[in-house]
C-alpha cells in the first residue's frame, strides 16, 4: 500500500512532520504524540479504549547496563488524552520470563500481580491487562485499537476468511479469547508462523498493528483500518439498505425532542430504582438509521462482540414497545406500560448472572439497563455519572457501526453469553472497580440553580458540581450566561454543566430550561430559586412597576420554576429537594423595605405551604435566610446598596463593616456561605427535613424563626 498522506478518506491522516522532528530521539514522546492522535479520530479507537506501546533502550538503575523496556498505555487510561504519568514501563525480559511461571489459562488473574516484578519505572502507572500482548511481539512500535471498520470484520460470522482474502495473508487472525497472558502468546505464535504479517486481527475483539518507528506504525494502523473502511464501503452499495431496511419512519427533530423530554424522567425513575443515576440522549442518524430498521428486532437481544463496548452497554439494550407518536401526557398509563418492560429486563438480567456465574463471582450489579431505544425518536443511555452515560452512548454507536458492517459483509456474531458474562465480571475488573474513588454526596444529582451565572448561584453551582451533581447555569443575561459556561468547562469539563436562558417570570423559557436538563441529564432533581432582585424606597417614592417587579421575579418565579420542576420530580418518582434562597427581610421588619420584605415574606410561607404539600412524594422544600450578602451579587450592583445605606444613614463603604457589627457573630457574610449551607440540606445527613429555615446571617436576633 502507498503511504501517501491523500490516500485516507475514512480515517485522519493528523502526523505533523514538524512537531514529530521535535520530538526526534525520544521514543516515550513520540509514542505518546502518536497515541495522542490515533485517540483524536473515534473512528480508530474508543474513548478509553485502545492500547499503544513501544520498546526502547534504557539503563537500569542497578546495574547501570543497557536494558530494553517497554513504555505502555496504563490500566484504565485513554490514548486520545495520554500523558507519560499514564503510562507503565516494564523490563521486556522480565515480563517474557514470566512464561516460566505461567501456569495456564485457568490461572491467568495471578499474572497481573507477577507484572509488579517486571516494573522499570517505579513511579509508572499499574500495568494493564493488555501489557503481555505487547510484550510478547518483538516490535518497536505497537498500535491495538478498536476501529468499527476492523471489528465489523473480526465479528462477522465469515470474519477469519475476509480478513485473509482481504489482506492476501498479510494480516493474521486469532479467535477470540479474553484479553491476558495467553492471548499474549498466541499473538506470538500467530506471528511465528506467519513472519511477513503487518498486523493481527482478534476475533470480535480488534486489531494489532505495528512499525519500526512511531511514524511506520501509525502510517501501517491507518492503511490497515482505510483498506476496511473501504471493503465495508463497497459493501454497503452492494447491499443496499442497511439493517434489513427501513420499517418506520423517525418523527420530526422537533418532534423527537418533545417525546424524549416527556420520556426520559420516567426512564431515568425506572433506572434509579438501585443507584440514581445520569442520563444522556441521542437522536444521532446512526441510531436511528437503526433502531428503525426491521432488524433492530434481531439484532438488540444479541449485545455487542468488542469487550470495550460490552463493558460499558450491559449485555443487551432494552428497546421499548412505545410508538414514536404515541400521547406520553399520562405518566401513570406510560409507567404501567413500562413496568413489565423493565421487570422483564431486570428479570432477563438475573438469569444471565445466575446462569453465568461461578463460585467465586462477585454479587450481582445493578439490573436495570444502560441503553434503552425508542424507535422513531431516538437512544437513552443512564449511568452514575454524565460522562459515562455518554460514554456509553459512544460506545453503543460503535457497536451499531460494527453490526452494520459486519450485516453487509456475511453475518453479525456477538460475544456468547458466557464469554460476555466473564468480562463484565471477571475480577480484575471489579478489582478496578474497588478502586475507583467513592461517589460524592450529590452523585447522580441534576439540579437547576436560577440566576447561577454569578454571585450566589454560581457559588452555589460550584459548590454542587464540587460534591458530584451536575448543573443547568442559566441567567436571563446571555454574555454573563456564556462566560460562567466558558469558567466552568474550563473548571470542571463538559459533562458537568449546561446552560439554559433563563428569565423566571416567563413561564415558556422555565419550560424551555427544564426541558434542557432534561435532554441533557435525564431530568431534574435539585431546584435552588435563586433569581432575584431588591429595590430599596420609601412608601411613597415606591411605584406600583416596583412592586410588580419584586412579586413577578421572587413570588411568581419561585413559584412557577417550582411548579415546573416538581411536575418532573413527581415523573421520576425518586424524590428531590427545593431550596428556596429567601432573606432575614422575611421576618425582619426594617424601613424603605415593603416591597421587597413582604415578597420575602411571601416566599418563606410559599416554601412551607410547598413543604406540606410534597412531602408524601419525597421532595423536600427548605429554606436559607442569608443577610447582606454584598461580595458578587448583582442586588448590591444596583440602587439596594445606596437605599439601605441612606436608610441607615450610612455611605455606601461602611456597609460592610455595618451588617458585620450587627450580628451576633460579627461576620460578613460571603456567597460560598449560602452554598455551604445549601449543601448542607441536600448532601444526605438531611434527608429526613423539611419545611426548614436555616439562617445564613452572621446571627440577627430579630431574624430567629423560633
Not at 418533545?258 to 440514581?276: E, M, N
Amino acid at each position: 500500500m502507498s503511504t501517501s498522506t491523500t490516500q485516507f478518506k475514512h480515517v485522519s491522516y493528523l502526523w505533523d512532520d514538524a512537531k514529530a522532528a521535535e520530538l526526534a530521539g525520544d521514543e516515550v514522546a513520540l509514542l505518546i504524540y502518536r497515541s495522542n492522535l490515533l485517540g483524536a479520530d473515534l473512528r480508530l479507537t474508543n474513548y478509553g479504549g485502545g492500547n499503544t506501546s513501544c520498546k526502547v533502550m534504557d539503563k537500569d538503575p542497578l546495574t547501570g547496563k543497557e536494558a530494553e523496556v517497554m513504555w505502555i498505555k496504563g490500566s484504565g487510561g485513554d490514548i486520545g488524552t495520554l500523558k507519560k504519568s499514564g503510562l507503565a514501563a516494564l523490563y521486556v525480559d522480565r515480563l517474557r520470563s514470566l512464561k516460566n511461571v505461567y501456569r495456564g489459562i485457568e490461572f491467568e488473574d495471578e499474572m497481573v500481580e507477577l507484572f509488579n516484578h517486571s516494573i522499570f519505572d517505579l513511579n509508572s502507572k499499574a500495568p494493564s491487562i493488555d501489557t503481555p500482548l505487547h510484550g510478547f511481539l518483538p516490535f518497536k512500535h505497537i498500535d491495538h485499537l478498536h476501529p468499527d471498520a476492523a471489528i465489523a470484520i473480526a465479528a462477522a460470522k465469515d470474519g477469519e476468511k475476509i480478513t485473509q482474502e482481504l489482506f492476501e495473508g498479510a494480516i493474521g487472525w486469532v479467535d477470540w479469547q479474553r484479553p491476558g497472558f495467553d492471548l499474549g502468546l498466541q499473538l506470538k505464535a500467530c506471528l511465528d508462523a506467519n513472519p511477513n504479517i503487518r498486523g493481527i486481527m482478534l476475533g470480535s475483539h480488534g486489531l494489532f498493528t505495528w512499525g519500526d518507528t512511531a511514524y511506520e506504525s501509525y502510517i501501517n494502523t491507518l492503511e490497515v483500518i482505510e483498506k476496511c473502511a473501504e471493503y465495508l464501503e463497497e459493501n454497503y452499495k452492494k447491499k443496499g439498505a442497511a439493517f434489513g431496511g427501513k420499517k418506520i419512519d423517525s418523527l420530526p427533530e422537533a418532534d423527537r425532542k418533545k417525546q424524549a423530554v416527556a420520556l426520559a424522567p420516567i426512564l431515568r425513575g425506572f433506572c434509579s430504582s438501585k443507584t440514581q443515576m445520569i442520563g444522556h440522549f441521542t437522536d444521532d442518524a446512526r441510531v436511528l438509521e437503526y433502531i428503525n430498521s426491521n432488524d433492530l428486532e434481531r439484532l438488540a437481544p444479541m449485545g455487542t462482540s468488542c469487550p470495550d463496548h460490552f463493558l460499558r452497554t450491559k449485555i443487551s439494550p432494552l428497546a421499548l414497545e412505545i410508538k414514536a407518536g404515541d400521547d406520553l401526557s399520562n405518566v401513570d398509563a406510560i409507567k404501567a406500560k413500562l413496568t413489565p418492560a423493565f421487570e422483564a429486563y431486570r428479570k432477563m438480567y438475573e438469569d444471565y448472572y445466575n446462569t453465568c456465574k461461578h463460585p467465586n463471582s462477585p454479587a450481582i450489579r445493578d439490573a436495570n439497563p444502560v441503553v434503552i431505544l425508542y424507535p422513531g425518536v431516538g437512544m437513552f443511555t443512564f449511568a452514575k455519572d454524565k460522562q459515562t452515560a455518554r460514554v456509553a452512548a459512544e460506545f453503543y454507536i460503535n457497536a451499531i457501526n460494527v453490526m452494520k458492517g459486519a450485516e453487509a459483509i456475511s453475518e453479525y456474531t456477538s460475544l456468547p453469553r458466557q464469554e460476555a458474562f466473564d468480562i463484565e465480571y471477571w475480577l480484575l475488573e471489579e478489582a478496578k472497580l474497588s478502586r475507583m474513588p467513592k461517589p460524592k454526596a450529590l452523585s447522580g444529582r441534576v439540579a437547576l440553580i436560577t440566576g447561577s451565572a454569578g454571585g450566589i448561584g454560581k457559588a452555589i453551582a460550584k459548590k454542587f458540581v464540587e460534591e458530584g451533581a451536575v448543573v443547568i447555569l442559566n441567567d436571563m443575561n446571555a454574555e454573563r450566561l456564556q462566560s460562567a459556561g466558558d469558567e466552568f468547562k474550563q473548571a470542571y469539563g463538559k459533562d458537568a454543566y449546561t446552560t439554559a436562558t433563563l428569565d423566571v417570570t416567563k413561564a415558556d423559557e422555565i419550560q424551555e430550561a427544564i426541558a434542557t436538563a432534561i435532554l441533557a441529564f435525564g431530568g431534574v432533581d435539585l431546584i435552588v430559586n435563586n433569581a432575584g432582585l431588591s429595590i430599596s424606597k420609601t412608601i411613597a417614592d415606591h411605584t406600583e412597576k416596583d412592586w410588580d417587579l419584586l412579586y413577578d421575579v421572587l413570588v411568581k418565579g419561585q413559584f412557577l420554576v417550582t411548579q415546573a420542576a416538581v411536575a418532573v420530580m413527581k415523573k421520576q418518582a425518586i424524590g428531590g429537594d427545593i431550596i428556596n434562597i429567601v432573606s432575614k427581610n422575611a421576618l425582619v421588619s426594617g424601613p424603605n423595605n415593603a416591597g421587597y420584605g413582604s415578597a420575602k415574606a411571601a416566599q418563606l410561607h410559599l416554601s412551607r405551604l410547598n413543604a406540606a404539600e410534597l412531602g408524601p412524594d419525597h421532595i423536600r422544600v427548605n429554606v436559607i435566610n442569608p443577610d447582606a450578602v454584598i461580595s458578587d451579587s448583582n442586588i448590591w450592583a444596583g440602587g439596594w446598596a445606596e437605599g439601605r445605606a441612606k436608610a441607615y444613614g450610612i455611605t455606601i463603604a461602611e456597609l460592610p463593616a455595618y451588617y458585620a457589627k450587627r450580628t451576633l457573630l460579627n461576620e460578613i457574610i460571603l456567597p460560598v456561605d449560602i452554598a455551604n449551607a445549601c449543601f448542607a440540606l441536600t448532601g444526605g445527613l438531611l434527608n429526613k427535613s423539611t419545611g426548614n429555615v436555616i439562617n445564613v446571617d452572621g446571627g440577627v436576633a430579630a431574624g430567629f424563626v423560633r
